[in-house]
Structures are given as C-alpha cells and as structure tokens.
C-alpha cells in the first residue's frame, strides 16, 4: 500500500465548476499536507499548504484535512482553462524530512 | 517562497556520457536537497536525500553509481547521471529545504534527453 494514495484521473470538467480532488494516506506521522500544481515540463508549484487538521482557503482555492479519517482535499471554485494542470498532494512530518507524493490527477477545465 | 534555480533546463547528450545537473537554492541554505525523476504522466520519484556535507542516501532501486550527488555547500547541489543510456531519459527535479523550513521549494526541473 502507497502512504499517498490518488486517483490519477484523467478529470475533465466544464470552465466554472466546482473541482474536488482528494488523497487518503496511511502515515499517521504525517503533520505538513500540500498540494502542488505541475504543468507539464514544468517543476510543481506550491499551491496549499496545511499544517494538521482543518481548512484553508485561498482565492478559489480551499484545501481540506481531516486526519482522524487521513483524508485531503483540494477543493477549486469557478475552474478555469488555466487551471488545467496535474495536481499532486503531498505530506510529510516536517523538518528536512522527505515529501511523500500522490500519484497526481491530470486535470483539464474545458470552454 | 525561496527560490531554487536548475541548469540546465534541458540537455541532450549521446549514449555513454556523463551529464551533470547543477540545483542551487537562491536565497536561502538549503541542509538538505532532494532529487526526483519524473516519467511522463507520473508522479515525481524520489531518488536520494542529500544533506550537506554528507553522503546522500539514495532510494530503493536507484543505482548511488550512476547517480552521482554531490550537496557540497548549502546553496548547490548537483547531481551527475554516469554512462547515460536512453533509459536515463526523464524530467529531474530537485527540491530544497531545511530542518528550519517546513516545506520543500521545488526547482524548475531538468530535461535529459539519452540518444
């Protein structure tokens, strides 16, 4: 069993909707949640960043944990083209400690 | 966030030679650098930790003598792919961070193209 579990997709969504993507893990140790955006050929972009339990919110963005469940959820409101990217999650215990990563879900906001 | 700089963004080199990738952390001392591979369509693969001035540990399955890293001070590491066949094609990535930080800032990624 992965520590990072994800569905790789692909997820193909109309521009404007609601986009839900999630991950579950295994490592109970696991205290820091990111999700990163990567297009391709390109390094992965921080976009969320999660310290323990609870929700944060960004612009449209708005990221999920609930560790009593280990579940993580990235959550995109009114999804744009631009948003078209794969997106991976990530935790780790913190430190200089290793990322673990997801497999990504390869997302793709269509006009 | 810090920046983390790799040159160069994209090599392409015959089979049999060696090819080194350099990652420098901009603005901050990274103690430790981690590399990945990416495939296309994957996710990033982790292939050793490196912390400075010390010998990297590398990943289960990953060859340390094909791989060469060298993390010689806090704001470069580099990592030298030996003897590259076209196999060793990939996208490498290194991240940098620190027991300080509790994150890992990602560089811009290498593209290695084996003929």
């Known amino acids: 069993q992965k520590e990072v579990e994800q569905d790789p997709g692909p997820l193909s969504v109309p521009e404007g909707a609601i986009v839900s993507l999630n991950c579950t893990y295994s490592?109970?140790?696991?205290?820091?949640f990111m999700w990163y955006r990567q297009y391709s050929r390109k390094g992965p972009e921080l976009l969320m960043y999660t310290y323990s339990s609870g929700n944060k919110e960004d612009g449209r963005f708005t990221a999920q944990v609930d560790k009593s469940s280990k579940y993580i959820s990235l959550f995109i409101r009114d999804s744009q083209p631009s948003d078209s990217a794969t997106y991976l999650c990530?935790?780790?215990?913190?430190?200089?400690?290793?990322?673990?990563f997801g497999t990504g879900t390869q997302l793709k906001v269509e006009l | 966030g810090a920046v983390v700089s790799q040159h160069p963004s994209w090599v392409i080199c015959k089979s049999g030679t060696s090819v080194k990738i350099e990652c420098r952390s901009l603005?901050?001392?990274?103690?430790?650098m981690f590399w990945y591979r990416q495939f296309p369509k994957q996710s990033l693969m982790l292939m050793a930790t490196s912390n400075e001035g010390s010998k990297a540990t590398y990943e289960q399955g990953v060859e340390k003598d094909k791989f060469l890293i060298n993390h010689a001070s806090l704001t470069l590491s580099t990592l030298t792919v030996t003897s590259a066949h076209p196999e060793d094609s990939s996208f490498y990535i290194c991240?940098?961070?620190?027991?300080?930080?509790?994150?890992?800032?990602f560089g811009p990624g290498t593209r290695l193209t084996v003929l």
């Open positions: 991240s940098a961070g620190a027991v300080s930080y509790n994150e890992q800032f």
């Open positions: 990530a935790s780790f215990t913190g430190g200089g400690n290793k990322l673990t």
């Open positions: 490592n109970s140790a696991f205290q820091y």
């Open positions: 603005d901050f001392q990274a103690t430790t």
